[in-house]
Nanobody, 124 residues
Framework: QVQLVESGGGLVQAGGSLRLSCEVSGRTVGSYVMGWFRQAPGKEREFVGGIGRNGALRNYADSVKGRFTISRDNTKNTVYLQMNSLAPEDTAVYYC?????????????????WGQGTQVTVSS
């Protein structure tokens, strides 16, 4: 059973930073392409970014390019989302997800496993 657990969310002022972590258990994280998504109240879940199995390939949504960075430490079975220059519109529940595909998909249905999410709130 593959499980993903996110942590690191919280309340931060606009312009601040947070780092989210996603720890994978049940199988080595190196077996998966990993993605981050977010869902704001009343909105659909949207792709934030993703990282290939060895970390060489990364893909970001236009709305976070230059502000967010995804990394992974396969030795720790963990993926990270570093979020800088946060804005109120970044407020959402953030989810990590694992895909068995070889590229970084942007659609939710391409991911096999999901975490429970962690709340990020950015105050103005």
């Amino acid at each position: 059973q593959v499980q993903l657990v996110e942590s690191g969310g919280g309340l931060v002022q606009a312009g601040g930073s947070l780092r989210l972590s996603c720890e994978v258990s049940g199988r080595t994280v190196g077996s998966y392409v990993m993605g981050w998504f977010r869902q704001a109240p009343g909105k659909e879940r949207e792709f934030v970014g993703g990282i290939g199995r060895n970390g060489a390939l990364r893909n970001y949504a236009d709305s976070v390019k230059g502000r967010f960075t995804i990394s992974r430490d396969n030795t720790k079975n963990t993926v990270y989302l570093q979020m800088n220059s946060l804005a109120p519109e970044d407020t959402a529940v953030y989810y990590c997800a694992a895909s068995s595909l070889v590229y970084v998909p942007t659609f939710t249905f391409r991911y096999n496993y999901w975490g429970q999410g962690t709340q990020v709130t950015v105050s103005s």
